[in-house]
């Protein structure tokens, strides 16, 4: 399965920003989908995962109650709206997916990685 990540941009801290994943290739409807970020000088780090059917989320710690992570299994999509972004939320961010229809924080969890799409917060 092939992961395209985007939506990535310039955005002011306390704005909004909507992120996108398509998968192409083979569906992930039946799989658990992750977001990831590595900002500069950083390792990369958990964001948000979404359960195959979208009841199971967990969420970082630094983005809980600013991020929503949802899905849309028709349209083979998954999504991360940025809500009062924070200049510490600059980053390229990642989706990735695997095997299992439930999964959690640990990147080794997800076989499958797109590119980043880069969001930059300004202050």
């Known amino acids: 399965v092939q992961l395209q990540a985007s939506g990535g941009g310039l955005v002011q801290a306390g704005g909004s920003l909507s992120l996108s994943c398509a998968a192409s290739?083979?569906?992930?409807?039946?799989?658990?989908v992750a977001w990831f970020r590595q900002g500069p000088g950083k390792e990369r780090e958990f964001v948000a995962t979404?359960?195959?059917?979208?009841?199971?989320?967990l969420y970082s710690d630094s983005v809980k109650g600013r991020f929503t992570i949802s899905r849309d299994n028709a349209r083979n999509s998954v999504h991360l709206q940025m809500d009062s972004p924070k200049p510490e939320d600059t980053a390229a961010h990642y989706c990735a997916t695997g095997l299992r229809p439930v999964a959690g924080k640990e990147q080794q969890d997800y076989r499958y990685w797109g590119r980043g799409t880069q969001v930059t917060v300004s202050s």
């Open positions: 290739g083979r569906t992930f409807s039946n799989n658990a």
């Open positions: 979404i359960s195959w059917r979208g009841s199971g989320i």
